[in-house]
């Protein structure tokens, strides 16, 4: 219990400590006075409050405890050596646990709905695989010494893939921007750079597991094996990458759900079935041949089938150097529109 001394400062208690609003911003300066102020003249009784706070503030506070004095100004503005500016980064040149995060925030957006978003496509490619093997196995003649069902899996595997990679980052940004909540991912001290690779290891990490599921579905019902796993895993990374970044561009470009649906519908799902995936490009007529040996969902599917099978239609040497060489220029571009804000910043 605090006991008001006598004198002006038993008026200055009964003012701070009275119902009237005006005197609640005096309650420290009362409760810190030391009854050495016992002393001030009577004529302080007659001086508005405020004045007579303002003499209290101005000189040493004597504490009640200790007995020591301190300059209240002093010690309210008085910071650590350690304390940074406001704005300014607190660790290295990369914020890894940021992009950690965000990382692990994209993982678990689509763990969190695994049916919906892992177990969905790994059935719907199986459906795929078990109509042509029923209606086509039996007639069709092996292509390039491989039977139908195996020259087969490994194109409806990458078509998986890369659909579900180019959803994930796609509808993760839109979604954010739909529902108003994208300032979550612009306000953190990300760089433009972080935010990138966050997003689209996320939907790498979907694209990767997907097709590591479809593998395992097939390996129930077809006689699968991996002629090279580093070529595998190869092509699977760099088709989810450049498929995220595609996906990430449209999440940013795309404004409803529609604009994403016409470039799944009339981009993704055409390249994906003309690319070789259910037929021999060798097939092809002259002009059809020729394009496709510049089409990039063509090198996706050619590679992962001869990490498969062993055997390929193209060029793995210009097929590998062509996806990595969209995926960097596609890696710089989502960066510069990230570094913009375009249609994520008023």
């Known amino acids: 219990m605090i006991r008001a001394p006598n004198g002006p400062i038993r008026h200055k208690f009964s003012q701070v400590f009275s119902l009237e609003t005006t005197c609640v911003l005096y309650i420290v300066h009362g409760m810190s006075v030391h009854s050495s102020h016992d002393q001030t003249p009577t004529s302080h009784l007659t001086e508005p409050v405020t004045e007579l706070d303002t003499k209290l503030d101005t000189g040493p506070v004597t504490g009640l405890d200790t007995g020591q004095t301190a300059d209240p100004l002093t010690s309210q503005t008085a910071v650590p050596e350690n304390y940074g500016a406001l704005g300014v980064r607190r660790f ?119 097709g590591a599921g479809t593998f395992l579905g097939m390996a129930v019902f077809v006689s699968m094996s991996i002629h090279s796993l580093a070529a595998a895993i190869f092509y699977a990374a760099i088709a989810s990458a450049l498929m995220s970044l595609v996906g990430l561009l449209g999440g940013i470009w795309a404004e409803k759900f529609d604009h994403l649906a016409t470039v799944t519908n009339f981009v993704i799902t055409p390249l994906a079935f003309l690319s070789g995936t259910f037929y021999s490009v060798q097939q092809l007529p002259g002009f059809a041949f020729w394009v496709t040996q510049y089409n990039p969902f063509f090198y996706m599917i050619d590679g992962f089938r001869y990490a498969l099978t062993g055997h390929a239609e193209g060029s793995l040497v210009f097929g590998a150097s062509l996806l990595i060489g969209l995926t960097l220029i596609l890696a710089g571009v989502s960066h510069v529109v990230l570094a913009r804000g375009y249609r994520l910043k008023s």
């Open 92 to 210: 290295g040149r990369v914020n890894w646990l940021g992009m950690w995060t965000l990382y692990m925030k994209e993982v678990h957006r689509f763990m969190k709905v695994w049916m919906q978003t892992l177990m969905a496509p790994i059935i719907t490619t199986l459906l795929f695989l078990a109509i042509f093997s029923l209606a086509l196995a039996g007639l069709r003649p092996d292509i390039n010494g491989v039977p139908f069902i195996n020259f087969l899996a490994p194109g409806l595997i990458m078509m998986a893939i890369v659909q579900n990679a180019f959803a994930n980052s796609s509808s993760s940004l839109l979604v954010s921007k739909v529902q108003g909540n994208v300032v979550d991912i612009l306000m953190p001290p990300l760089s433009p750079a972080e935010l990138n690779i966050g997003i689209t290891m996320g939907a790498l990490t979907r694209g990767m597991f997907v």
